[in-house]
């Protein structure tokens, strides 16, 4: 962690050492999880170790391994107990890495059943984990034509909808969202398995976050969570919780994220799901960026950098090379704001360089734009303004992120006195938020979330036009944007209190 200051270098290794002691500790609890074919036969054993996947992931992989041992001594492998243990294994790689070694278990497990005409079963789930692997690594392209293979093979409607619903889903994250979700809505109409039901809501909510459909992303969600809990399947019920933490952060409500993001955190240490750790640590960071403590004036940024790193690390370590990057995204974010601004700046670099390896347009745009504000920092308003379009290029339908960087592009040309164009950007921003503002008018949106998307992006807006409109003697039009900003906000804080104004009949 050699990037970091050298405080936050000590207290995330403080954190990581504790989180090590816990997973050591949970690995040593899996020696006595002994499985001997003598005792217990195989069909048992496998059950056995697909139960303990929910409490300690190591003794899984233990009884596991010992199976597919037995079965090979007994050369027994082509059977459907030696697949069966191989798909499980290949789960359990997904979530504790290295992710290189879940793709090469994958492709073995997809050549193997190629061979045999009985095995499309696994074959399919091969395919699909396949996806998954690549997928947690970043690798969007890979993911896409392997669930693609699977939609080939799938003799179900219910494994042909989950493969669909995997590759639009990498469209998205290809930040390419033409159309995603009215294909998706259309799967919602069709009668699907409840699991299959649980992981299309929970896409959906993914990507109406990330579209800025909070109220949207918000109901999805907790229908996902209510799937997810009526199957009893915890892990995925916690990750969809996360989700919904992100959506509560977006919203402003941040205790209530960390409350969220804290499960994740807690039920993935617990099982050694070292994948979903460092995903959790990476979210309970970026969270801890804006909560404010009781008493405290402003975010505990040191709290926020012990998390992103340990989260960082985490994933490295898996193989998970995006939220690595994210969590890079981030720190830079928290240095920018403590003023670190030459930190920032090699950390956003070092994002870039992975989001271009990956192919991540949104990890590489979200990095452009805090390049800027750290080169702002450094008084290089040229620079900043060329990473800010950069960014603007290539943002495509992500409304907050849009009006972000023409926020940022309208402070760059202020700063270097070309008020027309500052101006120009500022209205661009006024534009897109009323867009985002609009997701509520059509949605049953709620009405905290409607003035907490006001507070944080029209207010400083509005602010930031006034002052340009200033600075180009236009003290009128500026007076007027004044009053049409204090209007939408007592009329948002109105309607939150009276949502019946009958006095105005």
Same mark, same amino acid.
């Given at each position: 962690?050699?990037?970091?200051?050298?405080?936050?270098?000590?207290?995330?290794?403080?954190?990581?050492?504790?989180?090590?002691?816990?997973?050591?500790?949970?690995?040593?609890?899996?020696?006595?999880?002994?499985?001997?074919?003598?005792?217990?036969?195989?069909?048992?054993?496998?059950?056995?170790?697909q139960l303990m996947k929910n409490t300690n992931l190591f003794a899984s992989k233990k009884i596991l391994d010992s199976v597919v041992e037995y079965l090979k001594?007994?050369?027994?492998?082509?059977?459907?107990?030696?697949?069966?243990?191989?798909?499980?294994?290949?789960?359990?790689?997904?979530?504790?890495?290295?992710?290189?070694?879940?793709?090469?278990?994958?492709?073995?497990?997809?050549?193997?059943?190629?061979?045999?005409?009985?095995?499309?079963?696994?074959?399919?789930?091969?395919?699909?984990?396949?996806?998954?692997?690549?997928?947690?690594?970043?690798?969007?392209?890979?993911?896409?034509?392997?669930?693609?293979?699977?939609?080939?093979? &799938?003799?179900?409607?219910?494994?042909?909808?989950?493969?669909?619903?995997?590759?639009?889903?990498?469209?998205?994250?290809?930040?390419?969202?033409?159309?995603?979700?009215?294909?998706?809505?259309?799967?919602?109409?069709?009668?699907?398995?409840?699991?299959?039901?649980?992981?299309?809501? %929970?896409?959906?909510?993914?990507?109406?976050?990330?579209?800025?459909?909070?109220?949207?992303?918000?109901?999805?969600?907790?229908?996902?969570?209510?799937?997810?809990?009526?199957?009893?399947?915890?892990?995925?019920?916690?990750?969809?919780?996360?989700?919904?933490?992100?959506?509560?952060?977006?919203?402003?409500?941040?205790?209530?994220?960390?409350?969220?993001?804290?499960?994740?955190?807690?039920?993935?240490?617990?099982?050694?799901?070292?994948?979903?750790?460092?995903?959790?640590?990476?979210?309970?960071?970026?969270?801890?960026?804006?909560?404010?403590?009781?008493h405290s004036s402003n975010p505990d940024l040191n709290l926020s950098v012990q998390y992103l790193a340990v989260g960082m690390q985490l994933s490295i370590e898996?193989?998970?090379?995006?939220?690595?990057?994210?969590?890079?995204?981030?720190?830079?974010?928290?240095?920018?704001?403590?003023?670190?601004?030459?930190? &920032?700046?090699?950390?956003?670099?070092?994002?870039?360089?992975?989001?271009?390896?990956?192919?991540?347009?949104?990890?590489?745009?979200?990095?452009?734009?805090?390049?800027?504000?750290?080169?702002?920092?450094?008084?290089?308003?040229?620079?900043?303004?060329?990473?800010?379009?950069?960014?603007?290029?290539?943002?495509? /339908?992500? %409304?907050?992120?849009?009006?972000?960087?023409?926020? /940022?592009?309208?402070?760059?040309?202020?700063?270097?006195?070309?008020?027309?164009?500052?101006?120009?950007?500022?209205?661009?921003?006024?534009?897109?938020?009323?867009?985002?503002?609009?997701?509520?008018?059509?949605?049953?949106?709620?009405?905290?979330?409607?003035? &907490?998307?006001?507070?944080?992006?029209?207010?400083?807006?509005?602010?930031?036009?006034?002052?340009?409109?200033? /600075?180009?003697?236009?003290?009128?039009?500026?007076?007027?944007?004044?009053?049409?900003?204090?209007?939408?906000?007592?009329?948002?804080?109105?309607?939150?209190?009276?949502?019946?104004?009958?006095?105005?009949?």
């Open positions: 962690m050699e990037f970091l200051l050298k405080n936050h270098e000590d207290s995330a290794h403080t954190l990581l050492g504790e989180i090590r002691r816990r997973l050591r500790a949970l690995e040593q609890d899996s020696c006595v999880q002994q499985w001997c074919h003598s005792d217990e036969n195989v069909s048992d054993a496998i059950f056995r170790a001594d007994t050369k027994i492998e082509v059977s459907d107990y030696f697949y069966q243990c191989q798909i499980e294994c290949l789960s359990i790689y997904i979530q504790q890495g290295p992710l290189t070694t879940a793709i090469t278990l994958a492709q073995n497990i997809v050549d193997q059943c190629k061979q045999c005409s009985t095995r499309t079963r696994y074959l399919f789930q091969a395919c699909m984990l396949l996806g998954e692997a690549y997928q947690s690594g970043g690798d969007i392209v890979n993911a896409k034509t392997s669930y693609q293979a699977a939609k080939q093979i &799938a003799t179900s409607i219910g494994d042909r909808t989950n493969a669909k619903i995997h590759i639009v889903w990498c469209r998205h994250l290809k930040n390419d969202n033409t159309g995603v979700i009215d294909k998706l809505n259309k799967i919602c109409h069709a009668d699907l398995d409840l699991s299959v039901k649980g992981t299309l809501l %929970y896409v959906l909510g993914c990507i109406h976050r990330v579209l800025a459909h909070f109220e949207k992303a918000e109901e999805m969600l907790h229908n996902a969570c209510q799937v997810f809990s009526e199957l009893g399947n915890k892990i995925k019920f916690d990750i969809c919780q996360s989700e919904l933490g992100r959506v509560y952060r977006a919203t402003g409500d941040f205790s209530k994220a960390l409350e969220l993001q804290k499960e994740l955190y807690q039920s993935a240490l617990k099982r050694g799901d070292i994948a979903n750790l460092g995903i959790s640590c990476s979210l309970l960071g970026f969270t801890y960026q804006y909560y404010r403590p009781l898996v193989g998970a090379k995006d939220n690595a990057g994210w969590c890079l995204n981030n720190i830079a974010k928290a240095y920018i704001k403590g003023k670190h601004f030459h930190e &920032a700046l090699q950390l956003c670099k070092k994002r870039l360089a992975i989001a271009k390896e990956t192919g991540n347009t949104t990890g590489e745009g979200t990095a452009y734009g805090n390049a800027g504000l750290a080169c702002r920092g450094l008084g290089e308003y040229n620079q900043a303004a060329e990473y800010h379009r950069s960014y603007l290029k290539i943002v495509g /339908e992500r %409304y907050l992120d849009k009006a972000w960087m023409e926020h /940022e592009l309208a402070l760059d040309y202020m700063l270097l006195g070309d008020y027309e164009c500052a101006l120009e950007y500022a209205l661009h921003e006024l534009s897109t938020n009323s867009t985002i503002q609009s997701h509520y008018n059509t949605t049953c949106a709620s009405d905290k979330s409607k003035v &907490a998307n006001f507070e944080k992006n029209h207010a400083r807006c509005f602010n930031l036009l006034q002052y340009i409109l200033v /600075e180009m003697g236009k003290h009128e039009v500026a007076l007027v944007y004044a009053d049409i900003g204090r209007a939408l906000s007592i009329s948002d804080l109105f309607f939150q209190q009276a949502p019946s104004p009958f006095w105005l009949l």
